[in-house]
């Protein structure tokens, strides 16, 4: 099976821009997962979708955005991009989405805002 | 506020010698345990896990243990090889609180084994 893919892998934006990253799941994965990586912060967990829903929620202001199509593929969008938006985004995959599921992530991509 | 904790950024280790990480959390809620291994470029593996039903748990090389009392854990590598040069993230999942694939995470420690 072929992994989780994330586009683009790098990006360069300025301020005020928005961006939009992509994800696909690992096929027949209902659940998809967005993290944030900062070298100060390390992983942290922006939201998870599962059958088109948003389920969870972390602690990230409005302008992060995400939805979830039909096939489980996952977008995310910032708006009003900020210099502190600077970071990897990770995305990570797994089967049902339950608490023991395994996540499979994504190899990210690198986001730098200018 | 940071509710995993890892206080060492780096480690460095021998080949064939103990390796062990170390992780604090302040969160009484979390009950599920998780270590995932990060090379760069890549996106974190998951390595190992324990309940909090546990104290400890073995997969070949890599034992964690877990010390509810004083909101510890451990990942220990034995023994350390070349290939296991990555970043280590220590992470905490509440499993009853409805928030299904939502991990908290530490900030990471990058071992080094040096050949």
């Known amino acids: 099976k072929a992994g989780v893919t994330q586009t683009p892998r790098y990006l360069i934006k300025t301020r005020g821009q928005q961006v939009t990253l992509s994800c696909s799941p690992i096929?027949?994965?209902?659940?998809v997962s967005w993290y944030q990586q900062t070298p100060g912060q390390g992983l942290q967990f922006l939201f998870e979708?599962?059958?088109?829903?948003?389920?969870n929620k972390g602690n990230f202001p409005g302008r992060f955005s995400g939805r979830q199509f039909s096939n489980s593929r996952s977008e995310m969008n910032v708006s009003t991009l900020e210099l502190g938006d600077s970071a990897l985004y990770l995305c990570a995959s797994s089967p049902q989405g339950d608490v023991l599921d395994t996540q499979y992530f994504g190899p990210g991509t690198r986001l730098t805002v200018l | 506020d940071q509710q995993v904790k890892q206080n060492s950024p780096s480690l460095s280790v021998q080949e064939g010698r103990i390796s062990i990480l170390n992780c604090d959390y302040t969160?009484?809620?979390?009950?599920?345990f998780l270590w995932y291994k990060k090379y760069p470029a890549e996106g974190p593996t998951f390595l190992i896990s324990?309940?909090?039903?546990?104290d400890k748990n073995e997969d070949g090389r890599f034992t964690v243990f877990l010390n509810k009392s004083a909101k510890h854990l451990s990942l220990h590598i034995v023994p350390s090889q070349p290939g296991d040069s990555a970043v280590y993230f220590c992470a905490a999942k509440d499993l009853y609180s409805g928030g299904y694939q939502k991990v908290t995470f530490g900030t990471g420690t990058k071992l080094q084994v040096i050949p």
């Open positions: 324990i309940s909090s039903i546990k």
């Open positions: 096929s027949g994965h209902r659940s």
């Open positions: 969160n009484s809620m979390f009950d599920y």
């Open positions: 979708y599962f059958s088109e829903t948003q389920r």
